[in-house]
């Protein structure tokens, strides 16, 4: 991710004014932010996988150990892109210096 944003830094000063430095902490900070909106997603896809799971077991409630794992499994699989999205708004987070 480090050297992705090394990349991009020289094009974005090229786009502005003088050194570019302003320019290229306000796209850093428009970047975190941008990257935390991608909590929303696992969010909506959780709720989800918990709400069928629950509908599972109240149909059929001796199955309710193996929903419940299958359950658990995919709700972490789901996170990880929520956590994919954090990590990268603290390293641009990172990049900025006031």
């Given amino acids: 991710m ?3 944003f090394n990349l991009l830094l020289p094009v974005l000063e090229s786009f502005a004014y003088g050194d570019g430095k302003y ?3 306000g796209m850093a900070c428009i970047g975190a932010g941008l990257a935390v909106l991608t909590g929303l997603g696992p969010a909506i896809g959780e709720g989800m996988i918990g709400a069928k799971a629950m509908e599972a077991i109240g149909r059929q409630p001796e199955a309710a150990g193996t929903i419940r794992i299958t359950m658990l499994i995919g709700q972490a ?3 990880t892109t929520g956590l994919y999205g954090l990590i990268i708004a603290f390293v ?3 990049k900025v210096n006031f």
Avoid: I, W
């Fill in 92 to 94: 641009l987070a990172g």
């Fill in 77 to 79: 699989v789901a996170e």
């Fill in 2 to 4: 480090n050297t992705l």
């Fill in 23 to 25: 320019y290229a902490m």
